[in-house]
């Protein structure tokens, strides 16, 4: 039977030691990579520099996947709306991603949780190493 997860690449923007990625590539046939953007009204979006480093970041990811034969797909958040209709129209069952201790962060997994159960998908969080 074939599983597709979604890979929700948050603050881990790497392949190597990434155990999100390697989780979902355990338990799934397909993963679809994705990054979803800050929701553009939050007051506490990122200044200039911050984005630029990110925009170059996500290019250097997207070349990754592409060395790998797939692609880093890029959703307008919020990620609780963004997520369950993007993973739903992959058939996906499966998201995974790292944790972000922050209070956005988690408050923004719990929001992503709770949209999730409700389309009848897992969501897996990782612990992971970050700088």
């Known amino acids: 039977m074939s599983r597709t997860a979604v890979a929700w690449f948050r603050r881990d923007l790497r392949l190597a030691d990434n155990p999100a990625l390697t989780n979902a590539v355990e338990h799934a046939n397909v993963v679809v990579p994705v990054y979803v953007a800050d929701d553009p009204a939050d007051p506490f979006a990122p200044g200039a520099a911050s984005r630029a480093w990110l925009g170059r970041s996500l290019l250097a990811l997207g070349a990754s996947l592409a060395a790998h034969g797939s692609g880093l797909s890029r ?15 992959h058939g996906a069952t499966l998201v995974t991603c790292t944790r972000d201790w922050s209070p ?3 408050a923004e997994e719990a929001a ?7 389309a009848g998908i897992e969501l897996f969080v990782a612990e992971s190493q970050l700088l």
């Open 104 to 106: 956005a962060g988690l």
């Open 112 to 118: 992503v949780r709770e949209t999730l159960a409700a």
């Open 75 to 89: 959703l307008a958040g919020p990620a609780a709306g963004a997520l369950p209709a993007f993973a739903a129209a």
